[in-house]
């Protein structure tokens, strides 16, 4: 470990595109500044931007420029070769080549409660109140104000305290989501040990999660990727490309089927295509 001060750095980052994959609606604690990006996972807390192809990056953690580098390579999942993707969605004559506007989008590996939590608030909202919410907890009940709170955190909170951040009726479901980690502090490894189906069963029993948020903890969180989580942008784009008049739970079959461990990075492109107007619904 590094003493404390500022450390600075930078490395090659091939085929990845920094804008496109924090602003594709995964993850929800950064926030712009000039050229880039800051914010915080895994206790670092840091200022992110690109150029070409180097990630540059800027730091008051207790960490060597080195190991802030492998924590960002795994938390951007850099280590993956996208060319079987790439592949897949040139072969397919139902995908339009625009996506190759939005090569570089990578899957982020997100801490299991943070991408838990945030998908619990997604339900009936927007990325830029989820955004605002996220900063308030930070701000509220994170460490230094910079980072997500933990699960006991949140637990030891109350409902009243939640709403009044903007949680809404969302509130109870984290409130309860948190106590329930906590009183099954193993439950979070068991998902993660567990196959996606055994994984989904056990985290629709969490208050305020259905199929698609479980898919969207699941990819996210749990990096699961044959979870396809089906939103509206997704049903738009399915039923347009491929079918009509199929129910979100086909999509869901579909889409695993079509495209299996594939998938959760095929659903990424889709959605942000779709939501940014890339491709019309």
């Not at 929800?28 to 895994?42: A, I, R």
């Not at 608030?121 to 990325?127: A, P, V, W």
């Amino acid at each position: 470990m590094s003493t404390v001060g500022v450390q600075q750095g930078s490395f090659l980052a091939p085929d990845f595109h920094l804008q496109i994959t924090i602003e594709s609606g995964q993850v929800f604690g950064f926030s712009k500044f000039k050229e880039g990006y800051q914010g915080s996972f895994g206790g670092i807390s840091l200022k992110l931007w690109q150029k070409d192809e180097r990630l540059f990056f800027e730091s008051d953690a207790h960490f060597s420029p080195r190991e802030i580098e492998l924590h960002l390579k795994h938390y951007f999942d850099l280590e993956r070769n996208l060319s079987p993707l790439y592949t897949l969605l040139e072969q397919d004559p139902k995908i339009p080549s625009v996506l190759n506007r939005i090569r570089g989008l990578r899957l982020i590996r997100q801490d299991i409660w943070e991408a838990m939590a945030c998908f619990i608030l997604s339900s009936n909202n927007n990325i830029k109140r989820i955004q605002q919410i996220w900063h308030r907890l930070a701000k509220a009940l994170g460490r230094d104000g910079k980072h997500f709170p933990n699960f006991e955190i949140i637990a030891d909170s109350n409902e009243a305290f939640l709403r009044s951040l903007g949680l809404g009726y969302r509130a109870p479901y984290l409130l309860k989501s948190a106590r329930l980690v906590c009183e099954n502090v193993d439950i979070l490894k068991k998902i993660d040990r567990a196959s996606y189906s055994e994984a989904k069963e056990i985290l629709i029993k969490f208050p305020g999660v259905g199929s698609k948020v479980a898919d969207c903890i699941l990819l996210y969180g749990f990096h699961k990727m044959e979870a396809f989580p089906v939103d509206v942008w997704i049903e738009r784009i399915l039923r347009k490309l491929y079918f009509r008049n199929r129910s979100a739970k086909n999509l869901l079959s579909f889409a695993q089927k079509k495209w299996g461990l594939l998938g959760g990075y095929v659903q990424q492109y889709l959605f942000h295509g779709a939501r940014t107007g890339i491709l019309e619904t």
